[in-house]
C-alpha cells in the first residue's frame, strides 16, 4: 500500500487535507481502480461562518453524513474523498450554513458527469469535484 511510508499528516497534505480536518480511512481497490478517502473532522472543532465569515463558530449538526467528492484522479485510479458535511449556527449573523470544504469547489465549466461519466452518477452533488486552483 502506497501509504505505509508516509509519516503523520503526509497524505493530508498531499490531498490539500487541513486542520481540524483528518483521513480517518483510505480504502484502495485495485480492481475497481479506485482510491477513496475517508476523512472526519476533530471533536469540537470550530469553523468560519460560510455566511459572514465570522471564526470559530461550533458545530450545530450534520447537513450529510456521507458525502462523496471526486477528487483528482491518483495516477490512473479514480479517487474520491468521503465525509460528513457539518453546519454551523453562527453566533454574529444568526444563520445556518454548511462549512466550506477546503476540497470543494464550485464547479461551472466541468461537471462531473459531462467528463467523468458513470462515477458522477454516483456522487451526492454532481455540481461539487475538487479543482485545483493552486
Ligand atoms: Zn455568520
Known amino acids: 500500500m502506497f501509504a505505509a511510508n508516509l509519516k503523520e499528516g503526509q497524505l ?8 481540524p480536518w483528518y483521513i480517518d480511512r483510505v480504502d484502495f481497490s485495485l480492481e475497481a481502480k479506485q482510491l477513496d478517502v475517508y476523512v472526519k473532522f476533530r471533536k ?20 450529510n453524513h456521507d458525502r462523496t467528492w471526486r477528487h483528482f484522479n491518483f495516477f490512473e485510479y479514480l479517487s474520491c474523498i468521503h465525509a460528513e458535511l457539518p453546519r454551523t449556527n453562527c453566533g454574529k449573523c444568526d444563520t445556518i450554513t454548511r462549512v466550506n470544504l477546503p476540497w470543494a469547489f464550485r464547479v461551472i465549466e466541468t461537471i ?15 455540481d461539487y469535484i475538487l479543482v485545483n486552483d493552486r
Not at 12 to 19: A, K
Not at 112 to 126: N, S
Request: proline share 12%.
Open 44 to 63: 469540537r472543532a470550530l469553523f468560519p461562518c460560510s455566511n459572514c465569515g465570522a471564526p470559530d463558530q461550533p458545530v450545530r449538526d450534520i447537513a
Open 112 to 126: 462531473g458527469t459531462v467528463h467523468d461519466g458513470p462515477i458522477g452518477e454516483k456522487l451526492a452533488d454532481k
Open 12 to 19: 493530508e497534505y498531499l490531498l490539500h487535507i487541513p486542520e
